[in-house]
């Protein structure tokens, strides 16, 4: 730009990248601090579920025990209790989004396209973390020897 008018008074010349970054730069460092905020929602959320199904799974050693030694499949085992954290999953995002759905006109908010498709996928996320997180106990609780349960104090 100097070669072609060496008398005009140029200020803060940058890229078309940088200017747009410097432009957006708190609406990413906000979106990184979401999205953060989001990841350890769901750390905390897989916890929760392991934990709980893991003491399900240990408080249950002897029901497990009895229904091996009468016959049951483990693969049974193993299906029965994912399928209750499966009902009680879908049970709680349902009713998280009809809950979410619900009290928008009450704070004044309208629920776009984008928001509906963002409930739904934040709650199939959330139904399918808690399904891996109940994975690993389901597998260690069709390992039971039922012998050594049924003889356990």
């Not at 953060?36 to 002897?62: E, H, K, N, P, Q």
């Not at 229904?67 to 693969?75: E, F």
Request: charged fraction near 10%.
């Amino acid at each position: 730009m100097r070669d072609l008018d060496p008398m005009l008074a140029l200020d803060d010349v940058r890229s078309f990248g940088e200017k747009v970054r410097a432009t957006y730069a708190l609406q990413f460092f906000q979106l990184s601090i979401l999205t953060m905020f989001a990841a350890s929602a769901l750390l905390l959320i897989a916890i929760g579920i392991y934990g709980a199904v893991t003491f399900v799974a240990a408080a249950d050693v002897r029901a497990t025990a009895i229904r091996l030694a009468l016959g049951a499949a483990p693969n049974q085992i193993a299906a029965a209790f994912l399928g209750r954290t499966g009902r009680w999953s879908l049970l709680g995002c349902t009713i998280g989004a009809i809950a979410f759905v619900s009290l928008q006109p009450l704070f004044g908010f309208a629920i776009s396209a984008n928001d509906a498709t963002a409930i739904a996928v934040g709650a199939g996320l959330i139904f399918v973390l808690a399904l891996l997180a109940t994975g690993q106990p389901s597998l260690r609780a069709r390992t039971v020897n039922a012998l050594t349960a049924l003889n356990a104090p």
